[in-house]
């Protein structure tokens, strides 16, 4: 989290206030239904306006909002037995410690190279672009649809503002930063919108950044640095440190996730602390992260971090760990299609000397 002046200080006058337009109802079922439309490979175009209305973009690709119907996953915690105390009042679920079988699964060599249903396309969605989309976040819904692509995979890409019903049965979910209101707001709306938490039960991959990987956990900071609930899908709280983390920071991922170093920029004054039922994604070699030498956190096929640069596209890897979650083992892209973002990636790592 960060001061309450300016979170990044690029719009100052922005900073105290936050208007949006008010709800009188949360969209029905009804209201939603049908709003599949024809397949399009391509990602959606943005609409007019940081906190523009939910109307998509002509020929942008809606999802329908509900998949209760589906049989659903494993869940990804271990249920509670009549003995766990009770949750603290707004607070998301406990959580028991991890076991080895609770861990995201690793790629299959097996598996087919595609999304695992053949009738249909990988469905990436990003999250409350309207709230939470800071320093270049869009970049990874970019980065996602470009390396699937390159192998083959068709690709579904949609954007749902923060006045649409979120779409519970897309493959990869992806949040963004934002500042202290948007942040609070985009919270208060997930929860009650109830949406990305059906996903992330049934198995779906969810990618958070900054603000939108506090606003998985249990707890954040909020304008005066009191504690605002979560959606508790995260075996994390956040708060409000003593300094700011600004600038280039560089990590070690852990090791059983096979990614290389990453690379990226931050800009907050959160802390957090890891559960538990989750594990530190890396070990900080540069920069601040989760405030205790650690950067970011997963649990099951929910990542977080608080890396910005786009995060994807500065770190590939990264990427295709959240693509073979989905998809299984991932053939090779052509070298000539990793060229740029090889040297991006040697060009930020040789700024700060590593």
Partial sequence: MTDRVGRHAAAPHLAETLIIPAQKAWPSDDATAGLDAAPQSAVPQRAVGRHASGRAAAGESQMSPDDDHQAAAAPRFRPLSPDDQAPAPGLGPRFRPLSPDDQAPAPDPAARRRPPSSDRKLRLVWVYPDLLSTYGD?????????????????????????????????????????????????????????????????????????????????????????????????????????????????????????????????????????????????????????????????GGKVLGTYLHGPALARNPGLADLLLSWVAGQLRPIDPDAEEWASRLRAERLAAVGH
């Fill in 138 to 298: 869009r970049g990874n819904l970019l980065v996602l649809t470009r390396r699937a692509q390159l192998r083959g995979i068709e690709v579904e890409a949609s954007e749902v503002n923060s006045d649409q019903p979120v779409p519970s049965q897309g493959d990869i979910y992806l949040l963004g930063g934002g500042e202290d209101l948007p942040q609070i707001l985009a919270a208060n709306r997930l929860r009650a919108d109830g949406g990305l938490a059906r996903a992330a039960d049934r198995g779906a991959v969810v990618f958070a950044v900054c603000a939108g990987y506090q606003v998985m956990g249990d707890s954040f900071g909020g304008v005066e640095g009191e504690p605002v609930a979560g959606l508790g899908i995260l075996d994390i709280s956040s708060g409000r440190g003593d300094r700011r983390g600004v600038g280039e920071l560089v990590a070690d991922v852990d090791p059983s996730l096979g990614v290389p170093r990453l690379t990226g920029f931050e800009n907050h004054q959160g802390i957090t602390q890891i559960g538990s039922a989750a594990r530190p994604l890396a070990t900080v070699s540069l920069g601040v992260g989760n405030g205790d030498g650690t950067e970011g956190a997963y």
